[in-house]
């Protein structure tokens, strides 16, 4: 009876963990993703958008996001999804995907700075010039 019990736990508990990332997955169908490619983007005021970043903390990659204007580009949140969650506590576990999340607060012209840093090492620099009109 107790090994039954516990499979429900279990069952519960990864549904619970796949309705999370549904629901952060639905939240980001209304945004603009944003690449490091990209040099230039428009949103509208209001407008939501995020960035992606493969980091690895333990092995030395990491990445820095800086908002120039941020009265223009509002920081909203970032959040952290393991790559392996079950893995998560071992060595070397915490590899993932780091997402920020940004708001276009107010017309005006931003500069989203993202630097890529290896073992602390600057090893790239893009810049994505972000264009906010009115609705």
Request: net charge positive.
């Amino acid at each position: 009876m107790k090994q039954i019990n516990y499979l429900w736990l279990v069952l519960a508990l990864c549904m619970l963990g796949s309705c999370s990332t549904a629901k952060k997955n639905q939240a980001k169908k209304n945004m603009v993703k944003l690449s490091a490619l990209q040099g230039e983007v428009s949103l509208k005021k209001g407008q939501k958008a995020y960035y992606e970043a493969s980091v690895h903390g333990s092995v030395g990659y990491t990445v820095s996001v800086l908002v120039q204007n941020d009265a223009v580009l509002k920081f909203v949140e970032s959040n952290y999804t393991y790559k392996n969650p079950e893995k998560s506590h071992m060595s070397g576990g915490d590899e993932g995907i780091k997402t920020y999340v940004f708001e276009a607060a107010k017309p005006g012209q931003a500069v989203l700075k993202i630097i890529e840093k290896f073992r602390g090492d600057v090893r790239n620099t893009h810049r994505i010039k972000i264009d906010v009109k009115d609705k």
